[in-house]
């Protein structure tokens, strides 16, 4: 019987790293579910849906060699699948200002008071290394309407001096 | 009436183009009917192409009313539909009834011009802004065997704020 892993690598990123794993998965019998990849600060990071029937330890004995010829560290999970369960995202949340500590802590920690559930986040540091902005972009769900959301989210904007734009998702379905 | 059964990518008849419509008759109203039985079975669905249930005419329906907040025309029928001015690009989300558990950013002309027949045969002619203009255009891509999973945009956005998500 097969099982699901959520396997996840980081190290520094160099071109083929995703072709030699998903070759060495594939290679044993894998199927590759959901995945996200991501560039954060110069390094490789992907968390990858994993359909085997190998057990965990046969695994981490078949991407030991990749990951130690890539410099990459691994991590393998249990997971449920839970595929086809997809939640739309009705809001969307940009942010940016000058970078500094406590940002995401004080956004999120906004949007969890209003029960939003973050569906997908992606941030960036840019600007220049003197004068950094901080970019962060959220897509959830919350079960309130937009005017409400955005009044929570008021008070922030003042206390961080940061720029943010609420816009209500709203998937056209035909 | 009857509602008919909505095909599924990667059904390859999702990828054929579908052929004019000659004549609007009887024949193609009673079809009308029950692409709008189907589509009214739908809830939250709010446009309908004639290939998505096998038939490859050039028939759409749309309507957008059920969001009150974006400018519409209510319930069209178009036959022969055919885009003659658009302008200016927006990002949107869409899903779609042929691809299930989906749903992904596509951009698409933010005003439309287009010209076709009604259910009566009368040709027919509105100007479509934002999110009805979205739906017109995905329901036409269908008749072209086209579906919004080959238009995707990036999950990346810049930072200007849309009005048509």
Redesign the interface.
Known sequence: MKNWYMLTLVGKDQPGIVAEVSRVLFDAGGNLGEASMSRLGGNFTVMLMLHMDTGKESIKQMLQPICDKMDLFFHIDNIIAGL???I??NF?L?V?GADQAGIVSAVAGSLAKSNFNIL?L?SDVGGSAEKPVY?M?IEGFADCSFLELEKSLQLLKIEKEIVM?L???????? | MAQLEILVYPDERLRQISQPVIEVDDEIRSFISDLEETLSSLP??????APQVGRLERIII?D?SS?QH?KNHGHRVLINPLITFKEGDVV??????SV????GKVSRSKNIAVTAQNELGTHVKYEMVG?EA??LQ??ID?LDGKLFIDSLVG???D?K?????
């Open positions: 086809h369960q997809h739309d995202p969307r940009s940016h997908n992606e970019i972009h734009h816009v209500p998702i709203d998937t056209m379905v035909g | 939250g669905c709010v446009g309908i192409a749309i957008v969001r974006h949107g989300r869409e899903g779609c009834l299930p558990d989906y749903t999110y979205r739906a995905h329901e269908h999950k990346r956005n930072l704020k849309r009005t048509d998500f």
